[in-house]
């Protein structure tokens, strides 16, 4: 053991990747498969004894994928207020939107004639007392002889400090900017000079207008944003967490009381992994809504209903909402004819069924990934210190028990790593209350007696070798 372990004096001295693939330990074949799976976008079954790294393989899956391109919205349709519109926007039309977005304002041409009074007036085009139009160049207008704004006023010349005392005596501007209402949206408006008897004018939304923001905020709902995480899992869901809802409001959609339909809808988990991954645990415990998730995956989109029959939500309904993601799922061996047959039958069709291991031979390679195992436990959890060579030795005969006890396997090493990181954990607990640098043989001794006290390794649980079950079973296991 000790020619294995090398010049090794603790577990701080083990480097540990970053790669989640090769942190997943004695899996090797598996992790192959996976990497292959995700390349072709394929479907996933990790079969099982618990604790042997099958959500490690699904987290790792993830990180292969494509960062996602689409976000998905939800548009108000006037005409049909509880049926809200689908509206998918790819990343290509999002940036275009946000250079439109930072896009000058649209321009027309317009006369002088055509401006409101207020700013025709201030620009010299118009006399504020009676009206008429003349010249910004003329002091007084032509009609009244009323002073006006004129382009020659200067601030420093006796007839500017003269006319100063009279609240029309300015200087003409060459441009105006200000604010209009057109249809019911505020809108930023900036007369510009083009000409002697021309005007250009800019029109662009104002951002800062709260009636503009307010409809903004009103017209589009953003369901599964760009930047939402799509690794998405869902353990014992039921209905709601899987397909969505929506809320309920005890006004309904009613103008001016409740709140609209398309902003009371859910997005389900099949929803949020879009262009993601799906990672159903345990997938046998959906029971009879794994026909849902089956049609999911057949038709790419699934519609958003509201469930509760006594919800004023019951009568929305969103249709043709996207869900194409990778599906990867979990089970332990005794459930899987608990999976629904067409469901299964969908996976083998379009991906694969992998049976972990839950041991491996004892080999020096195997005893370097164990030991790279407990090092990352020390790692992961942050409150419990290394272990000396002695105590890894200690943990490598606990490793080679377990192998034996549970899966009646000789010369081998557990990969029933969540029990075997228990014990580590349990070791360094007891090291940090004995105030100890790092985790000695006693405290492992010690835990291992506490481990087996608190029911920690229950030997009816235990499976058979994978064989037995890829006969049993079929064999589409890999």
């Known amino acids: 053991m000790a020619s ?3 010049v090794m004096e603790t577990t701080a001295e083990v480097t540990v990747p970053k790669d989640p693939f090769e942190r997943i330990i004695g899996q090797d074949h598996a992790v192959s498969v996976v990497r292959s799976a995700v390349m072709q976008r394929r479907h996933v079954l990790l079969c099982g004894a618990p604790g042997i790294g099958k959500s490690l393989l699904a987290e790792a899956a993830y990180t292969l994928l494509p960062k996602p391109r689409e976000e998905i919205r939800l548009r108000h349709d006037p005409s049909r207020p509880d049926r809200p519109r689908v509206v998918v926007i790819r990343l290509d039309d999002d940036q275009g939107q946000r250079e439109n977005a ?9 006369r002088p004639e055509e401006m409101p009074f207020e700013v025709a007036s201030k620009m010299g085009y118009r006399c504020p007392k009676c009206g008429s139009f003349s010249s910004p160049s003329q002091s007084t207008c032509v009609d009244c002889g009323s002073p006006k704004r004129c382009d020659w006023l200067g601030d420093g010349s006796y007839h500017g400090l003269f006319r100063a005392l009279d609240v029309v005596g300015e200087r003409a501007l060459m441009s105006v900017t200000c604010r209009e ?7 930023q408006v900036e007369y510009r ?5 021309l005007i250009q004018v800019f029109r662009g939304l104002e951002k800062n207008s709260p009636l503009a923001a307010a409809l903004i905020e ?6 599964v944003s760009l930047g939402s995480p799509r690794f998405i899992r869902v353990t014992g869901a039921n209905e709601v967490e899987l397909l969505g809802d929506v809320k309920h409001d005890p006004y309904g959609s009613a103008d001016a009381l409740g709140v609209p339909a398309y902003r009371r809808v859910v997005p389900g988990a099949i929803h949020e992994a879009h262009e993601g991954l799906l990672y159903v645990d345990e997938i046998a415990a959906l029971g009879s809504h794994q026909k849902h998730l089956l049609t999911a995956m057949q038709d790419r989109k699934y519609p958003i209903t509201g469930h509760n029959p006594q919800s004023s939500g019951a009568a929305v ?3 043709d909402v996207p869900c194409d993601f990778l ?8 459930d899987l004819p608990s999976i629904l047959p067409p469901l299964r039958s969908r996976i083998r069709g379009y991906g694969y069924e992998i049976m972990l291991s839950t041991f491996m031979p004892k080999t020096t390679e195997n005893v370097s990934k164990t030991v790279q195992f407990i090092a990352q436990t020390v790692e992961q959890d942050g409150r419990i210190p290394h272990l000396t060579a002695s105590s890894v030795e200690s943990i490598l005969r606990i490793s080679e028990d377990f192998a034996y006890r549970l899966d009646g396997q000789r010369g081998a090493l557990t990969l029933r790593l969540r029990e075997l990181g228990g014990l580590v954990r349990i070791a360094g607990d007891l090291a940090v209350r004995d105030q100890e640098e790092f985790v000695l043989p006693e405290h492992v001794k010690q835990a291992e007696s506490l481990f087996d006290g608190i029911g920690g390794l229950d030997t009816q649980t235990a499976h058979p070798n994978s064989a037995r079950y890829a006969d049993e079973f079929g064999s589409y296991f890999l």
């Open 4 to 6: 294995v372990l090398g």
């Open 102 to 110: 930072s896009a000058p304002p649209d321009s027309t041409y317009i």
């Open 181 to 187: 209402n057109v249809d019911n949206i505020m809108h």
């Open 193 to 197: 000079r083009a000409g002697h008897d």
């Open 218 to 223: 009103n017209e589009e709902h953003v369901l």
């Open 317 to 319: 309904r969103v249709d």
């Open 327 to 334: 599906l990867f799922a979990s089970c332990n061996p005794e």
